[in-house]
Structure formats: structure tokens, C-alpha cells
């Protein structure tokens, strides 16, 4: 139960690079840094706490803790808002954990080249609150905008809610300072200047340090694109008699070209169920309301004026019915997260359980969504049926692609735990459901995940079936980057890198 | 040296031997606690992080309600001590801006009559460390003259604070003691700052209010209440409650947020006849008073202010509207105004004695504070209500060329009062 002790003088190293304030090895430190809101194994809680925690506040401290570690052999593994849905900040073998909170200044506003140069440890919502007074707005919005930082969203290539009309993280990041596994410093981009969007020097490399999951180093500066902050914000909420019409409305939303249309939503018949429970909202709707769609239009308030009238006339012509504007506009605004508390949870007999939402996220061809959408039902089910702790939350469709949102969706099953009854026999329950549910998504042509990563356990496994070729790419990659295995050691299968030389 | 604590010199994991009546309160509290507890770290959506104003300084994950509530969580698994996270507990103003922000409380607490007490979960984890013996140790020493001198020591460790020198401030104004109405002016303000209770004390005056003070005013207890120390807090409000009976008094209005807060929610408990008080906000009473015409504001004040959003009386208790009424109220002002939302993660660190143990965690937060208020256009003046905050503002106000005044000092002005 003790933490995992490290070599003698390594902390006293760690202090002399980072300042006594920076270092911790406390119990609460390592205990209060071992977790995210992904499925965490309660009861094996100690065997995910860090050896020692760092805050470093410059690039060349990362590099030296970096540099130490690689000396030493000992693991690292960055941690930034600590809000992922899967499990990249969790210390899988301890370790030294590099929290990047303290980098969270802002160091340039470049009103020339429209960007913004931050540290990787500030939250969007807060830059958001200093760039507002010049009229920009940095537009990375997912369910955990009030408390995820830049570096996270580099580290799991984030999707943005307003993604279709400016792009997600990987397009509105346009270039990035890193600490690579042996604590050299580079710049990523697309190639050229930090401001420069479109290169088509040498390799990408900017993709390749996307969504690593702290397999691949440590970001310490993110050159973010700026944003004019839209004049006009549209939403609306449509009610449908079915699922399989709701789908429809949505495809035609999606493909409708609407410049302004920031994204596209669809609420599955069990999401509906589920909100019926205890949403002020929903709670009043008629039975025939089974499925809904929520879509949004931003930019220039002219532009929004029209858009949206097209995108009404379409969920009308498609069988909507317009939810009203409350709905519309209250919903809209409080969709980061509206709709996932504990208190939601309900025992198979209807009593409320305090659940943790847990949301698996994948991508998926739209054509493909009705079938996946019940197979997904199926695994929630028989989960439920066999332990009385899991509960289905229904599912969400959001369109998944940037600009050109028609393609995939990113398809999220809310699955409800009561993760205070994990044992052995339900937590291995879990990871063989989570694995079948990414065996659904790859056999009807999608993706493990859209947005979280794919790096959890039972998932995970399934990585090489999706990537075939790619993984081994990427087990050289990994291998050739970090020759000792420091970085984030065993997450994403790689492991296996070194087991094979 | 990095930080260990005493647990790290352990071998035998977190559970301490401990006497019995410890294990008794720890297991009392995770009875307590744990659903709550549970209902935040199951949760995980973290938005209480950057609105606390604690957590946008120190960016250290042990200082968040996420790591207040899961340590509950850890200390009934075992993984975890009073010990191991005493110290962890003293990071917090209790501000509430965590538990406005909370989507357990948001968006689904009128439906199950459900709130997010991060605050109620610190003072129970305060308390358990105080009656486990794991002491801070000014608060401790606070705890002790407080207990002592009947009043808090706001004037340093050897100023003596006694409760036959809290009319003090009062000199010359010939106000009665007891009464149907008293006046309760908290330590800091009648020890440290005689110009806040001065100026609410003539301002009643000219608005007609009859009112006296107590025979003898004791702290409130607020503090004791928040660093644990529950036992002196209970012996406050008790003698407070006696000396207004012994009176007669049935009103009793309080010049600042942390008396009232601490009356409204803490006396109760220990009185089933408490009902026979009214409790008032002098910030309401007054605005009302200006309202109706019975105060009159006909001096000038030639200054641009900004008004400081007090936590107690914004985020904890919803009151934002009267303090601005006022100030719009008063000639000659130029307000600059920050909506009290964007003033939810504002603070000025001063909350629940956190500068007696982490002053300079609380002259930061002030310093962030005043900051904000120096990007406003030709800002000269920072306006509270709360003279707890009034000091770290001053001092910090001093750096960027603003000064910082009590909303009643301001009033006084307007009314023609010397202060």
C-alpha cells in the first residue's frame, strides 16, 4: 500500500530541477493524482498512484525531469486537466508524474497572424475570458470546456461541440513546442513558423503528436489559431416519433452545405427515456416525442440569419417538430454536461444509485448508425442484467467531421456505473463489454474512438485490429522516439514495442 | 527539500493506531460524508477548478473539491489519514464559487433536493483534524486568544482584543446598549477598521433606525466553525444569544456577510427558540432606507469605482443586487461595474482565516483581484462589503494605485458624515 519508493537521491534530484515548492511525494499528492473520470478500478486505487508528483513551469525543467528519468528508468507520465474519458493520465507502472497545471500563462497575442502562444496548462474557458476583450474567440469546446487545458487536448486529439463550422483541436492547433521521451526540445507544426497553417514540408508531424496519450512526450507550448468571436449563436432542437426518422432529419442537417451549421446532434430513444427520468426539460414532452436532434448555427449574425432558416425549413420538411425556444436556447447552453450526474443512476428495481457517467465514444459511418446503435444497446443490457450497477444512459450522434461534417459521427454510449461496487468479477465484466463495444464500431467500418483515445483496457486490445499495418508503424515510431520506454510505459499496447527486439 | 509529510514515514500503511474516540469521529464522518463524497467523485467533471480561487494560484490538484471529496472516498478504503490531508483542507476560502459551479447541484439539484456542500465537507474535515489533534498551527494559536480575549486577535498575536474593548469604535456616538435593535459589528471591523461600524452606525442614525449594541459582543464563532475549532464556536453563540436575550433584542443587523452567514446557518442548531430573532444585512437595510427616501445621499463622491462582489454575500448567498442599488445610488460616482458572475472566480483570499495560516496565498488571490480591477477603464476605487476582505485588498490595492473602501464608508461620504 505504501507508494512505490524511488531510487535514493532521484527526488532530491527532482527538487533541485523543479524548487522545493514543486516536488511532492505526499500520500494525498500521489493518491489525488492516480485517477480520471474514465472507469477507475476503486478497489486496485494504489496500483495507479505515481511515486512522486512535479510541477514543473518551463520547457527545460520538463526536459530535465525528462532527461532524469531516462537516466534513472523510472516512468513518466504527463498530466494536464486530468478530464479524460479514457485513461492516458493514469499511471499504469507509477512513476514520476509531470502535471503541466503551473504552465497555464499566456505568452503571445499575435493580432497580426491571428494566433494566440500558450502554455499547455490554461483552460479554455479562462483564455476564452481574457481573449474576449479583443473580439477572438479560441473556439475548442467539448463537454469539459470549464476545466480541460490545452495540453490535454493536444495529448487526446480533442473533439470540439462547434467543430463542424471552426474545427477541432488538431485544426485549431497549429503548431506546438515538445518534449520528446529523451527531453529534447522541438517545435511540431505543419512545417515552417509557428503561425504557418499549411505546409507541405518534410513529414506531418503535428499529426503524429496528436493524440499520443503522453506516449510520445510532453507539450509545453501550443501556438492556438484565433477566432473572430461570433456576432450570432442559433439553436434548435427538433422532436421525432422515431429514431429511424430523427437519423434521417439528421443526415439531411448535416449534408445541407449550411456554412454557419456548427454541428449536428442526435438523441437516441434510450437517451430520451433516460432524460424523461428527472429533466425538467423532457419530463413535460409528449409520448411521441422519442427522438431528438440539437443543431447550432454561429458566425456572422447575417449569415446565421439565413443559415438558420434553412436548417428550420429542413428539420420541419424532415418531420421535426421545433422544441421551442427554451429548450432551444437553455438547452443548448448547458450542454457541457447537461445531461450526465449520478444522480441519474438507477438499480435494476428503479431505486436511484449514485453512477459515475461514463461515455464511450466512437466514430461511425452515418450509414451505419442505426445497426450500431442496437448491437451497443445489447452489450449495455447484458451488463446490466448480469450486475445491478451498470445502467444504459442512451446514446448521443454528433457529427464528427470539421467543415465538412456529413461523413462519421461521433457515436457515444452513456453507461451509468456504481463504481463504488466494483470487485474483480464485474470490473472484468466491464472491460469485456468495453471491448466488444469497440469491436462493433471497427466491424461496421469505424473507429474505437472519436475523441477520448482508445487506450483503455479492454479496448485497447483491439487497436491493432483497427489499425492493422499502422500499429506496427507505430511500435517503431515509439520505439525509435523512446529508446528506454519512459514515456506513459505500457499505455496503448506499447509495451510490446520493446518485448519484440 | 520536497514535501513529506509525516505519513510518508510510515510503514504500516494509513491507518493510523489513533485512540478510539478518533477512529469514532473518522468513521462518523464517512458515514456522513459519503454519498456526498461519492456523488463528486464519481461525477469527475471538475468544474469547481477554475473558479476557485485558491486552485487558479497554487494549480495543485490536493487543493480542489475533486481531491476534498475523494480523499473521503481514500479514507474509507484506507488508503488515507486525517493526517495525510489535514493540511490539504486548509487550501480553501470557502467562497462557494465550487458549489455554484457543480453540475450535481446545477442541473439536477432541485430535482432531488441535492447540493454539493464542498464547503460543509472542508469544515467537517477540519474539525475531524482539530478533535484528532492534527493542529495548524496559528489557527491554533487564533483558535486560543479568540477563546481567550472573546474576540479574534485581528490586531496581532499580542493585542489583546478583549470583549470590554469591542464598543471601542463606537466612542462619542452615544449609541444604548440592547434594545429591540443591535447593531453586531464583527472583529475585524471593530477592532482593525472602526470606520466601517462608524459609518453604518451614523448612516441608521440619520435614517431613523433606533438600535443599540450588545452588552458585551463576543466573534461571532464564524471562524471557529471554519477551522474546526467547534467548541469555541458553540461558547460564541451561545453568550451571543444569552447577551441578546438579556436585552430583549429581537433584531440584530450585521455590517458583514461572514457574521450573518454565520448566524443564519450555524445558530440555529443550537437553539430551538432561535426563530425569535430577526437577522438583518446592514447592506439591505440600508439600500432600503435609500430606497425610501429616508436617507438622503447629497454629497458627491468624485471617484470611479468598481464594486468587489464579497463571496459570503454574492456566491453564497445571492446577494449582488442591493450593494449596487446603493452605489448607483450615491452622486458624483462613476460605476464601473463587473457582473457578479464573472465575479464568481473572484476573491480576495481573505475567507475562513486562510491568510492567518497561508498569508501569502491569500495576498496573491488579492493581488489577482486587484488586477482585474486595473484593467478597468480609469478605476481609482475598489468598493467591498465585507471588511475581511478590505485588508489584503488595501494592501495589494496600495501596488496598482487603487484604493480600496467599504461600501458604508463611501455611503457616510455621500451623506455628509465624517469618517
Given amino acids: 500500500m505504501a507508494t512505490v519508493a524511488l531510487l535514493d537521491g532521484v527526488v532530491d534530484e527532482l527538487t533541485a530541477i523543479c524548487g522545493p515548492d514543486h516536488v511532492f511525494t505526499g500520500r494525498s499528492a500521489v493518491f489525488n493524482r492516480a485517477r480520471v473520470p474514465a472507469p477507475f478500478p476503486v478497489h486496485r486505487w494504489e496500483e495507479h498512484i505515481p511515486s512522486a508528483v512535479v510541477l514543473p513551469t518551463s520547457a527545460e525543467q520538463v526536459s530535465e525531469v525528462v532527461k532524469l528519468a531516462n537516466r534513472h528508468g523510472i516512468p513518466v507520465v504527463p498530466r494536464a486537466g486530468a478530464t479524460g474519458l479514457t485513461d492516458g493520465a493514469v499511471p499504469l507502472r507509477h512513476g514520476i508524474v509531470v502535471d503541466i497545471k503551473l504552465m497555464n500563462q499566456i505568452l503571445e497575442l499575435d493580432h497580426e497572424n491571428r494566433t494566440v502562444t500558450v502554455g499547455p496548462g490554461i483552460n479554455m474557458l479562462k483564455l476564452n475570458e481574457e481573449l474576449r476583450k479583443h473580439g477572438y474567440i479560441y473556439p475548442d469546446d467539448p463537454a469539459s470546456y470549464p476545466c480541460s487545458l490545452v495540453g490535454g487536448r493536444i495529448g487526446t486529439s480533442g473533439w470540439s461541440l462547434i467543430g463542424a463550422r471552426y474545427g477541432h483541436t488538431r485544426d485549431l492547433v497549429i503548431s506546438f513546442e515538445m518534449v520528446l521521451p529523451t527531453g529534447e526540445i522541438i517545435r511540431v507544426g505543419d512545417g515552417g513558423g509557428p503561425t504557418v497553417r499549411k505546409s507541405s514540408s518534410g513529414y506531418q508531424l503535428k499529426h503524429l503528436f496528436m493524440g499520443h496519450q503522453g506516449t510520445l512526450g510532453i507539450v509545453t507550448e501550443a501556438t492556438l489559431e484565433l477566432v473572430k468571436r461570433p456576432e450570432a449563436e442559433f439553436s434548435m432542437f427538433f422532436s421525432y416519433g422515431s429514431y429511424m426518422d430523427a437519423w434521417r432529419a439528421t443526415g439531411e442537417l448535416a449534408r445541407s452545405g449550411v456554412a454557419t451549421l456548427a454541428g449536428v446532434v442526435l438523441f437516441d430513444e434510450e437517451k430520451i427515456r433516460y432524460l424523461r427520468r428527472d429533466d425538467e426539460a423532457y419530463i413535460p414532452q409528449p409520448e411521441s416525442v422519442k427522438a431528438v436532434i440539437a443543431c447550432a448555427a454561429y458566425g456572422n449574425a447575417d449569415e446565421v440569419r439565413v443559415g438558420a432558416k434553412r436548417l428550420l425549413r429542413i428539420g420541419k420538411a424532415s418531420g421535426g417538430a421545433y422544441l421551442g425556444d427554451e429548450i432551444s436556447q437553455g438547452d443548448w447552453a448547458s450542454r457541457h454536461d447537461r445531461y450526465a450526474t449520478p444522480q441519474h443512476g438507477r438499480t435494476r428495481d428503479g431505486q436511484v444509485a449514485l453512477m459515475s457517467w461514463h461515455c464511450e465514444d466512437a466514430a461511425i459511418p452515418y450509414p451505419q448508425l442505426p445497426a450500431v446503435r442496437e448491437k451497443w444497446h445489447a452489450i449495455a443490457d447484458s451488463l446490466r442484467e448480469r450486475f445491478d450497477m451498470f445502467d444504459d444512459w442512451g446514446i448521443f450522434a454528433y457529427t464528427n467531421g470539421a467543415f465538412k461534417p456529413w461523413g462519421d459521427y461521433l457515436t457515444e454510449i452513456d453507461i451509468g456505473i456504481w463504481e463504488m461496487k466494483w470487485d474483480d468479477e464485474s470490473w472484468a465484466a466491464w472491460v469485456d463489454a468495453k471491448r466488444e463495444l469497440a469491436r462493433v464500431s471497427i466491424e461496421h467500418g469505424g473507429s474505437i474512438s472519436a475523441c477520448h483515445g482508445a487506450c483503455r483496457a479492454g479496448e485497447v486490445d483491439l487497436v491493432p485490429t483497427e489499425l492493422g499495418g499502422g500499429f506496427e508503424v507505430m511500435k517503431t515510431i515509439k520505439r525509435a522516439l523512446d529508446p528506454n520506454n519512459i514515456m506513459n510505459p505500457s499505455k496503448y499496447l506499447l509495451g510490446q514495442a520493446y518485448e519484440e527486439e | ?419
Fill in chain 2, 1 to 419: 527539500m520536497a514535501e513529506t509529510t509525516a505519513s510518508d514515514q510510515r510503514t504500516n500503511g494509513a491507518q493510523t493506531a489513533g485512540t478510539q474516540e478518533t477512529n469514532g469521529a473518522v468513521q462518523a464522518l464517512i458515514e456522513e460524508w459519503r454519498d456526498v463524497a461519492y456523488n463528486c467523485f464519481s461525477s469527475g467533471h471538475k468544474f469547481c477548478r477554475e473558479v476557485c480561487p485558491v486552485m487558479q494560484v497554487t494549480r495543485d490538484e490536493r487543493h480542489t473539491p475533486t481531491a476534498f471529496h475523494a480523499n473521503v472516498v481514500a479514507m474509507e478504503k484506507g488508503h488515507l489519514s486525517i493526517e495525510d490531508v489535514a493540511e490539504d483542507y486548509v487550501h480553501c476560502t470557502m467562497c462557494g464559487a465550487c458549489e455554484l459551479r457543480c453540475p450535481n447541484s446545477l442541473f439536477t439539484g432541485d430535482f432531488y433536493r441535492f447540493r454539493q456542500r464542498t464547503i460543509d465537507v472542508v469544515k467537517a474535515m477540519r474539525a475531524l483534524a482539530v478533535q484528532s489533534g492534527v493542529h495548524q498551527k496559528n489557527w491554533k494559536r487564533w483558535a486560543e486568544l479568540t477563546n481567550r480575549w472573546g474576540n479574534e486577535p485581528v490586531l496581532g498575536w499580542t493585542k489583546e482584543t478583549s470583549a470590554n474593548k469591542v464598543r471601542a469604535w463606537a466612542v462619542g456616538l452615544n449609541i444604548p446598549t440592547g434594545g429591540e435593535t443591535i447593531l453586531f459589528a464583527d472583529c475585524e471591523a471593530a477592532f482593525y477598521r472602526p470606520s466601517v461600524p462608524r459609518s453604518v452606525a451614523q448612516l441608521l442614525t440619520a435614517a431613523g433606525v433606533k438600535f443599540g449594541l450588545m452588552n458585551q459582543q463576543w466573534c461571532c464563532g464564524g471562524p471557529m466553525w471554519e477551522t474546526g475549532y467547534v467548541d469555541i464556536a458553540h461558547a460564541m453563540a451561545e453568550h451571543n444569544m444569552l447577551d441578546w436575550r438579556k436585552t430583549n433584542t429581537k433584531r440584530i443587523v450585521c455590517l458583514d456577510p461572514h457574521d450573518y452567514i454565520t448566524i443564519v446557518e450555524n445558530y440555529p442548531a443550537l437553539d430551538p427558540n432561535f426563530d425569535e430573532f430577526e437577522i438583518v444585512l446592514a447592506v439591505d437595510l440600508i439600500a432600503e432606507k435609500i430606497r425610501e427616501g429616508k436617507l438622503k445621499l447629497t454629497t458627491p463622491v468624485r471617484r470611479t469605482v468598481t464594486y468587489h462582489d464579497p463571496c459570503r454575500l454574492n456566491k453564497r448567498m445571492g446577494v449582488w443586487k442591493a450593494p449596487r442599488e446603493i452605489l448607483r445610488a450615491i452622486p458624483g460616482l462613476t460605476f464601473v461595474d463587473v457582473d457578479h458572475v464573472t465575479q464568481w472566480s473572484y476573491c480576495s483570499g481573505a475567507g475562513s482565516n486562510l491568510g492567518v495560516e497561508k498569508p501569502e496565498l491569500t495576498a496573491e488571490i488579492s493581488r489577482r483581484r486587484m488586477a482585474k480591477a486595473g484593467e478597468l477603464d480609469g478605476v481609482d476605487t475598489l468598493v467591498s462589503a465585507c471588511p475581511w476582505s478590505e485588508r489584503p485588498l488595501t494592501e495589494q490595492g496600495e501596488a496598482q494605485g487603487i484604493e480600496v473602501f467599504d461600501i458604508f464608508e463611501l455611503v457616510a461620504e455621500a451623506a455628509g458624515f465624517e469618517v
